[in-house]
């Protein structure tokens, strides 16, 4: 067991974390960034972005190694102990104790994924879960798509497929024309956003764009062969190769429960300073509420002047953030899921991945605990990551519950966290 | 393939290009399924990101891990199930 310590210690190396970690090592001070991906720039500025086009992603990572922040990648955290400032960390083959004088989360956001008939088919993937495998190097030219899900990212999905040259059939938005048109109209006054939505118009030319519209089934024999969607009030199906389908994205909030951090609509509760509920321990970007790339700079920036005391530079940023935080709920708004979208499952549907439980079993049970308890619903290797925000969805339950580790650890990490 | 790397996937050598995932890998090498689930189901990769564990495979040996969390290296031995 090696022991570590540094002044300020992130856990998530994405846009909040990368940002928070600068503005601390640009004052000298010693700034640790930890991520359990390969390499920085969690869920947006991966590999491929890093020397191309997106200015900001090189931006960002060229101020991080200027200022030679530390970063610790393919390291997950897997527990904490805020009593002594010290959190426990695992890379393929070994684990340390690292220690803080104050912890910034950075963890950021997963995809919803909602359960249909067929999605547990290979080819079924995430929206941005499909992008990302793509970005590390998979083949997708020439290869028949399909895009579906909620949200903006589909767009931004669909045109970066597109962009790869892939066959983007269609993608299908599950809001209808009605509620994006309200949103739509709220557009002016985000200029960014809107020259954003330009720019991607021109690269989704000849996508069809469905709205009201979503997977009604996957269809194959031990692959995705076809997708049937419903459109309104009529059914559409095709054959295709990948389906990439993702319902928007939930916050990473376990590790902040298991340090006993409060949480507030499911997000991490912060103050103005980007102070959680425990003392010494900072939060910023999506884990404190889905907004964006720009709000989790923003936050991430905040929260790094905040870790080192300097209030006045914070509170410049103040009224940039309200202003993404206002966009962000009139986002979340116009995408908010439909009533149908929980009655996609039949009975023979498996909701819980890991364990194989289906929707039969799961739906007559009292709550979440319950259902963990005689199904095993959750209790598998992503423990509830993926089944539980369903399981949320489809039947209402409250399925936190996050108890260390979080994530699955080898027994000896587990055993040298105890020893030492 | 400038700057490439060998792997064997099940066996077979695949050519990758330097700074792909094993996951991206496989779905280079038209490998059906990554792993069985545990009522013997085929699946792949969903989230591409270290969350959903659908894409665990034995890598040089070490079962269970999440092949779009990492890089092929020269002479990687993956094997799926
Ligand atoms: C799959 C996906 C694809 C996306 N694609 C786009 C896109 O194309 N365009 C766009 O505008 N927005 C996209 N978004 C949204 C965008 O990623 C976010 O707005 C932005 O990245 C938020 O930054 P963040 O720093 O809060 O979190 P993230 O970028 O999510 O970074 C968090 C990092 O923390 C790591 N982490 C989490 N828990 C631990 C732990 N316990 N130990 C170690 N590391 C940990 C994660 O692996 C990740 O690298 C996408 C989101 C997702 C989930
Ligand atoms: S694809 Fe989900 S963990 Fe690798």
């Not at chain 1, 426990?88 to 083959?93: G, K, L, P, R």
């Not at chain 1, 049970?365 to 993926?386: E, I, N």
Request: glycine fraction near 10%; proline fraction near 5%.
């Amino acid at each position: 067991m090696t022991g570590i310590e540094r002044e300020v210690v992130i856990v998530g190396a994405g846009p909040a974390g990368i940002s928070a970690a600068c503005v601390v090592a640009e004052t000298g001070r010693s700034a640790l960034l930890i991520d359990d991906n390969p390499s920085p720039g969690g869920q947006i500025w991966r590999e491929q972005d890093r020397h191309g086009s997106d200015w900001q992603a090189s931006h960002w990572l060229r101020r991080m190694h200027l200022y030679r922040v530390d970063v610790m990648s393919g390291a997950t955290v897997i527990d904490g102990d805020p009593g002594r400032r010290a959190i426990v960390c695992e890379t393929a083959n070994s684990v340390s104790t690292i220690r803080y004088k104050k912890l910034i989360l950075a963890t950021g956001a997963r995809e919803l994924f909602l359960p249909f008939p067929g999605w547990t088919l290979p080819n079924v993937m995430g929206a941005g879960g499909l992008q990302a495998l793509v970005k590390s190097g998979m083949p997708i030219s020439g290869k028949r798509v399909v895009v579906a899900g909620s949200g903006p990212l589909l767009l931004a999905v669909g045109a970066y497929l597109k962009g790869q040259g892939a066959r983007v059939l269609a993608i299908a938005e599950q809001a209808s024309w009605s509620r994006l048109a309200r949103f739509g109209l709220g557009l002016p006054k985000q200029p960014y956003k809107l020259a954003e939505t330009w720019q991607l118009k021109r690269a989704l030319f000849r996508v069809p764009y469905r709205a009201g519209a979503w997977v009604e089934a996957a269809l194959g024999g031990t692959v995705l062969e076809r997708v049937r969607l419903r459109v309104s009030h009529r059914y559409w199906e095709a054959p295709c190769d990948y389906l990439a389908v993702g319902y928007g994205l939930v916050p990473n909030i376990e590790l902040a429960v298991s340090l006993g951090c409060q949480l507030s609509g499911g997000c991490v509760q912060v103050d103005s300073m980007q102070q959680t509920s425990v003392p010494d321990i900072l939060c910023a970007g999506e884990t404190t509420g889905i907004g964006g790339v720009e709000l989790a700079l923003m936050e991430g920036r905040i929260a790094g002047f905040s870790a080192i005391g300097d209030r006045l530079n914070a509170q410049w940023l103040f009224s940039d953030r309200e202003r993404f935080r206002r966009f962000a709920r009139r986002l979340q708004k116009a995408f908010t899921l439909r009533e149908e979208l929980r009655h996609l499952p039949s009975e023979e549907t498996l909701v819980c991945r890991c364990e194989d439980v289906s929707y039969r079993r799961i739906a007559p049970m009292s709550g979440w605990r319950a259902a963990k308890l005689h199904t095993r619903c959750g209790m598998g290797p992503c423990q509830g990551r993926v089944c539980g925000p369903a399981a949320e969805f489809l039947f209402g339950w409250n399925c936190q519950s996050a108890r260390p580790p979080v994530f699955p650890a080898r027994i000896d990490s587990l055993i040298e966290h105890v020893d030492k | 393939m400038a700057d490439s790397v060998w792997i064997s996937i099940d066996e077979l050598p695949v050519e990758v290009e330097h700074g792909t995932t094993v996951a991206a890998a496989i779905l280079k090498s038209d490998t059906a399924g990554f792993r069985r689930s545990v009522t013997g189901k085929w699946r792949g990769p969903v989230c591409g990101m270290g969350i959903c564990f659908e894409c665990r495979v034995t890598i040089n040996g070490q079962p269970h891990r999440r092949s779009c969390l990492v890089y092929c290296e020269s002479g990687m031995m993956v094997r799926t199930k």
